[in-house]
């Protein structure tokens, strides 16, 4: 060959990573291992954060809060069949909770998969993926790794947000082309979420519903929170001077100390309401299903405000659906509202304040206990005080009764700062959730973590120690789910519900460096978490729960089926 006439090249492994950071994709969530080792050493070589996990649900989980917290794709990286099925939890869940997520899996060689002859971990990972998340593509040449991955990005953020599956088979890697027309099959998104405009009867329809209202509510889901509409949804609470409930992950978006917030009145603002507005929240589960004896006696009438078309009339009859984004549709009901917008009757806001003062003062001395071993309450007074402190702080929380009782107890003040098991009500999600809320965020961490739901993701406090991140994970130890005393009285086994009694979560976070602390009391429990969140260390607290304090199941015992055949 003569000299000057040498091809530049490139391959599949740069293209996938300049199609990445071309659009603003700067961090992978990954676990290492064949055929993508190289990738991520290349990916990391190229600038982008590759976080190295112990297991990939975990990494999985950290991608899908990724997505929630800044509403571009959390992106993770997964070997073939194993390592993609440990990813695919999180890439379902993610899905379940409008959570933008791409998992990109490496795979086998198609001709062999598809004759099922038995190749190095063998899976038909495209067929698997698709029925459990929101798309799946197969990428087959190095020159559509740009479209691709637009693809890929643009069904995870736009319309309802949702997870998606990205098949890389081994042999496209290393697949070469010429660099310059490599770098022109690159695709940089445009405008990948476009802002969704609700039509100006919908939101006419919407306004007349709730200003006829004498009990009117607002709902906040977490798809208020995720649509970063902070502002304008503030305005609009307060312009409405309507009573606001804020569903988990939705807490903070206005302070839950906000006169108007009815979180500590739940049952009562559903009940009596006659006016619903749901704002990025489903009437699932969560909500009764929008009927029975949580929604009263009195006829309702819902207005509700989603991206998703096909979420209207879903449970019960939605008397005024609004479809667009939700930052579209709220400045739209600012501006239809105009100046004079009446204020809900007084009758009902001061009923809901009553109740709610009531409540309120009723957990007041609860959290003030002193007990040793603690209670639940005697340990949420303390950590109330820590996010009261460092309103920054993004609390992770999952458990039964950890999490329930950490929901009513600890109030938040900014959007966002809330994370938890969502939709699912999933045990795995803390340690994952933990390390991307620091790593997007910067901001400390607070993981609040029943000990049964911390043993799901518990590994990666190596991992914690390892990237040296500011967290600090509470572990509620009351030696079991949901409670420690459980007995087995058939055989020498223990209850299927019990741990080991006494274990001392503290010493794990001790083997990778970083602190651990055991505390019994509330005041042993406040000066280890205040000193953690000074020093930015990672920590473990052990926190000594007495095994009898909890309850099954937390605050949903009454989904548990019943066996009539039970002796009592
Ligand atoms: O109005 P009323 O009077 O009703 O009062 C309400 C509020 O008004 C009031 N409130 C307040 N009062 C005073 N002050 C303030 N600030 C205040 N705020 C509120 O308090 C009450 C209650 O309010 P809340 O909480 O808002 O209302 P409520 O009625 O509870 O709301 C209903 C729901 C459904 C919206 C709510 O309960 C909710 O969001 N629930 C989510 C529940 C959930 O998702 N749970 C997790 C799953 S449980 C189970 O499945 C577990 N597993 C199985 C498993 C799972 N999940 N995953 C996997 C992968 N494998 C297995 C396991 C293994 S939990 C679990 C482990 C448990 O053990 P741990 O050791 O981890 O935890 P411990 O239990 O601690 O041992
Ligand atoms: P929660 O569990 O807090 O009640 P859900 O996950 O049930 O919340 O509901 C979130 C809803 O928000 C979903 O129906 C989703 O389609 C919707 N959503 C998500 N992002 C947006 C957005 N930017 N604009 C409008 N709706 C959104
Ligand atoms: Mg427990």
Redesign the pocket.
């Known amino acids: 060959e003569a000299p000057g006439t040498e091809q530049e090249l490139t391959d599949g492994f740069h293209l996938v990573i300049d199609a990445l950071k071309l659009n603003g994709i700067n961090t992978i969530y990954n676990v290492p291992g064949i055929p993508i080792t190289d990738l991520g050493r290349m990916a990391q070589a190229a600038g982008i954060r590759v976080i190295s996990f112990r297991h990939e649900q975990n990494a999985g989980y950290a991608a899908g809060i990724a997505g929630f917290l800044t509403k571009k794709p959390g992106v993770c990286l997964t070997v073939s069949a194993p390592g993609f099925l440990n990813g695919l939890t999180a890439l379902a869940h993610a899905t379940t909770n409008c959570y933008p997520m791409i998992l990109i899996s490496g795979s086998s060689e198609r001709e062999i998969v598809d004759l099922q002859q038995g190749d190095y971990e063998e899976m038909d990972q495209l067929a698997i993926a698709k029925p459990l998340c929101k798309a799946a593509y197969r990428v087959l040449h190095a020159q559509d790794i740009g479209i691709g991955l637009a693809r890929a990005i643009r069904a995870a953020v736009s319309g309802r947000p949702g997870g998606v599956y990205l098949d890389l088979p081994a042999k496209l890697f290393g697949q070469v082309m010429n660099a310059d027309a490599g770098e022109k099959s690159l695709v940089k998104v445009i405008d990948a979420a476009p802002a969704q405009i609700p039509s100006p009867a919908s939101v006419k329809r919407a306004l007349d519903v709730l200003k006829g209202a004498k009990r009117p509510l607002i709902i906040l889901g977490k798809g208020a929170a995720y649509a970063q509409a902070d502002e304008e949804i503030k305005t609009f609470v307060e312009k409405s001077g309507v009573p606001f409930l804020p569903m988990?992950m939705a807490k903070g978006l206005l302070p839950?100390t906000h006169p108007q917030c009815a979180?500590?009145?739940?049952?009562?603002v559903l009940k009596e309401s006659d006016v619903v507005m749901l704002i990025g929240a489903r009437l699932n589960w969560?909500l009764s299903h929008g009927k029975g004896k949580t929604w009263g006696e009195a006829p309702k009438k819902f207005i509700q405000v989603d991206i998703e078309p096909r979420e209207m009339d879903s449970n019960v009859e939605i008397v005024a659906p609004v479809v667009g984004d939700i930052g579209s549709v709220v400045s739209a009901f600012n501006q239809a509202m105009g100046a004079g917008w009446t204020a809900p009757p007084a009758e009902w806001t001061k009923a809901v304040s009553t109740k709610r003062e009531e409540?309120?003062a009723?957990?007041a001395p609860k959290l003030m206990n002193n007990k040793s071993p603690m209670d639940y309450h005697g340990a949420l007074g303390v950590l109330k005080n820590v996010i009261k402190e460092h309103p920054d702080a993004i609390l992770v929380n999952?458990?039964?009764?950890?999490?329930?009782l950490a929901?009513?107890?600890i109030?938040m003040y900014k959007p966002r700062k809330r994370l938890d098991?969502g939709t699912w009500?999933?045990?795995?999600i803390g340690m994952g959730q933990a390390i991307a809320a620091a790593l997007e965020t910067g901001n400390p961490v607070l993981a609040v973590e029943?000990?049964?739901?911390f043993g799901?993701s518990g590994m990666e406090v190596e991992t914690i120690c390892r990237y040296n991140l500011p967290i600090c994970v509470v572990i509620?130890n009351?030696d079991?789910?949901?409670?420690g005393t459980d007995v087995n009285s058939a055989n020498s086994d223990p209850a299927t519900t019990v741990f080991v009694k006494g274990a001392r979560y503290d010493k794990m976070m001790e083997a990778f460096g970083g602190v651990g602390v055991n505390a019994s009391s509330p005041d042993e429990l406040k000066r280890a978490v205040n000193e953690a969140m000074k020093s930015g260390k990672p920590t473990l607290i052990n926190a000594v729960i007495d095994p009898a304090a909890?309850s099954e199941?937390?605050?949903?015992g009454n989904l548990n089926p019943q066996s009539v055949l039970q002796k009592k």
Not at 398 to 404: P, V
Not at 425 to 428: I, L, R
């Open positions: 988990s839950d979180g500590a009145a739940r049952s009562t969560l409540n309120v009723k957990m999952e458990g039964a009764n950890t999490l329930d929901r009513g107890v109030d098991v009500g999933v045990m795995g029943g000990d049964s739901a799901f509620f009351n079991g789910i949901y409670r909890g199941s937390g605050r949903i």
